[in-house]
């Protein structure tokens, strides 16, 4: 609720075409849509009891009346599915759904045959339920009521991941994502057969997708076309640079 | 103990839904006091102040026997709520083969082993009247009513209808004198019978053929 109020209001929203026209706004539009995610998510836990008043003091908008009837009063999304409340010490299942630690653990203790998901009677067991550390996250008060509840699970680390996409110690090329173009020199005179690239002057068509996240995927495919292509510009230089100079160039390399 | 605030959420739940259909029927001008709207619609209302104790109405599904009917379900909510189902029972006479004609015991698998938290007392209501809809003769509660249902459907039909006008709709006094009347008593009489049985429709009719 929070957040489609929030991206109503995103001036940024409105301006997307004319964003494109221009090559920094997109990166621009990134950020401001993060810290408004960011922003959502504080808030959501800053004010989940004030959310109540909220609602009250709040125009009744179509949306948020769907939301009064969807779910109860408050968190609006993030609610146990078994006690309905907002999550204490939030765990998810593999197949994706949040229950209170308190709240599962009691439904996995139940004397049954199987052990399911409440939700979807996906397969569960204690093992492979995920926790979610929220910021300044508390512990349940039932769990000091006296009840026997272990521990939640904790979290799986790995170690570190390589990065697939980035290229270190890029070389001539570079790794230049941010930039709009670089600048390549050749042979003796640097400054006689330095080509200066720009990606918009030659591939001006692709402005349109980059910065407009959904399409991503896609721009890494292209940015890899767009390497092979300049590839085999270079090698033709480099051709040609053999032919009108023989074997010279190279040894200034 | 487990958390009566769930109760009281699914209550308060049940409750606004009642209110928003109420008030968009009146919009739709359509009748608010039988709410025969065509969502699917069941209402619910704790007994007394037994939080643990609720009666439920679910309305007959169009297009099948128990159209029209108002059916009332007697929920008692167990300590273990919600990780054991609520116990629901049939107060509405009702001939059904997953249902007791006698008790009005239900056989719904949910609401035994098939149970899950992530149910509600409402959801739970959807699915009776989902089970109205879709009889199991297979897997029965009456035996006598399955029997029917497999070997003369149209018996079973006809038996179905007849119990859910006599058991499963609200009648207005003067229905129910009408109805004596079509059996031959004159008026007045009815009227005086059924007064004096506080509008018990069988007591009068049994004290008009005795007396």
Redesign the interface.
Known sequence: MEYSKLAENDPLQSSENESNANLNQPFKQNMQINTTIYDYHSFNQKTANQNEEEKKSAPSSGANKDH??AG?AGGAKFEC?????IANEPVVSTCG?LYCWV?IF??IN?P?ETL?C??C?SGISKETLIPIYTKGSQEDPRTKAGQEVPKRPAGQRQGPVPNQNFNQGGGLFGNNHSGSGFVMGLGIFPALFTLNFNWDDIFGQNNLGRGNGANAANNEETREQQLQRLLLIFMFFMFMSFVFFGGDVFLTF | MVDNGRIMKELKELQEATKNVITTSYQQQSNPITLQSPTQQVQASIVGDNLRHWTGTIFGPKDTCFEGGIFKIDIEIPGEYPFKPPKMRFITKIWHPNISSQTGAICLDILKNEWTPALTIRTALISLQALLCAPEPDDPQDAEVARQYKSDKKLYEYTAKMWTENFAKEQTVDDKVKKLMEMGFPEDICKEALERYDNDENLALNFLLGG
């Open positions: 009064a009837s109860s599915n078994i006690c309905l409340d759904h709240c009691q439904w139940q049954k399911l409440p939700v009677k």
